[in-house]
């Protein structure tokens, strides 16, 4: 009920979105990728498009920064690129409050304990978010995830949901390039078994 009535609340700001990406950019509007959920199942993310495609680039490889355009920057450092997600939880696929879904490359990458973070549903807002954003390590990301899941409350979604209401107005935590700040969870760890192996 809250996601519709936050989607309907959001249809004039989701149309100029839409026509600001759409004449930026061009097509797509939406970006769309599977994300493992609820118990590792897959399901397709929906955000607003917030970079070039790289044929754009003649096909050579670039980082996701300098795909990113100056709209896509705005939109990610106000969180209104998320908007659709209201309707993957409209779906039952995502929660508003909830682990942020990762890339499901990162699936081989999670300790056991680690997990536990697919037991809820994923959320457009989390615990580990209003406690860094961009900048946890990894590590220090699943435990805070972990924690949620095993403190899970209405009482605590609320609190998660309106501090993070008052961080992305302020724009904390935000960074242009995550990746700056560390790697991709499958690059660092499959690097750390080699490591390992070595030794």
């Known amino acids: 009920m809250v996601a519709l009535l936050v989607l309907t609340l959001t249809i004039p700001v989701t149309i100029v979105v839409a026509l600001a990406i759409l004449f ?3 097509r797509p509007v939406l970006f769309r990728q599977r994300r493992p959920g609820l ?4 399901f397709v993310l929906l955000k607003f498009r917030t970079m070039r495609n790289p044929m754009e680039d003649g096909g050579s490889p670039v980082t996701d920064s300098a795909r990113t355009t100056r709209l896509g920057q705005f939109l990610r450092a106000t969180s209104l690129d998320e ?3 209201l309707v993957n939880v409209l779906r039952g696929e995502m929660s508003l409050v909830g682990p942020r879904p990762l890339l499901l490359s990162y699936l081989p990458y999670f300790a056991p304990d680690e997990r536990r973070r697919f ?8 615990w580990a978010q209003i406690h860094g954003r961009n900048e946890l390590p990894w590590d220090e990301r ?3 995830d972990v924690w949620y ?3 899970w409350s209405l009482r605590l979604d609320g609190w998660i949901a309106l ?3 008052a961080i992305v107005a302020s724009r904390r935590g935000y960074v242009d390039d995550p990746q700056a700040l560390m790697e991709n969870l499958d690059t660092q760890r499959s690097r750390s078994a080699t490591d390992e192996a070595r030794q």
């Open 142 to 144: 699943f435990a805070l």
């Open 119 to 126: 037991e809820v549903r994923p959320g457009i807002a989390g």
């Open 83 to 85: 908007i659709p997600q």
């Open 163 to 165: 501090k993070s209401l």
């Open 24 to 26: 930026t950019t061009g």
């Open 149 to 151: 899941v095993d403190h």
């Open 39 to 42: 118990g590792e199942h897959p």
